[in-house]
């Protein structure tokens, strides 16, 4: 069980809750190069005809100037987290469970497997929230890997 553990910074902004809405937002972003990893819409119900959408990351001048043209801002109020590892069924008990055991909530979660590989990303309330998240990841796939090595010997 190793993982990469990264933090992000997520982008947010209103979008409209019509079609073209998110292609407009993603469009300013690719006519600047930006290389998003992950982008997460949804209507907001409290706000007939709008949506929200959150991205990461957005780098480099053209992209964050494009970015804040789109309407997006840097998400004060999210800290995030990206692990990426090698899937294996269970892995998302595993690691929401690491979590839960050091006393976080999750804000929010996106996951995604491409063949043999994962990805996920992990929202949470605070920077502080995130910090103790990863910890815990680590030291999960860390004592795996232990209880792994020595099952070999």
Known sequence: MSFKVTKIDVWSGE?????????????????????LEMVVARRQPDKPGTGIVFLAPVKGRKATVAAAVAGLNPSPDVAALRVEGTNRPGLGAKMTGAIADCGVNLRGLSAAVLGSRF???????????????????KAAAAAKAARKKSSKR
């Open 15 to 35: 979008i409209q809750d019509q079609p073209g809405g998110l292609a407009g937002v993603l469009r300013q972003l690719a006519d600047a190069n930006a290389d």
């Open 119 to 137: 990805v996920v990303f992990l929202a949470f309330d605070a920077a502080a929230d995130a910090d103790k998240a990863a910890k815990a990841i």
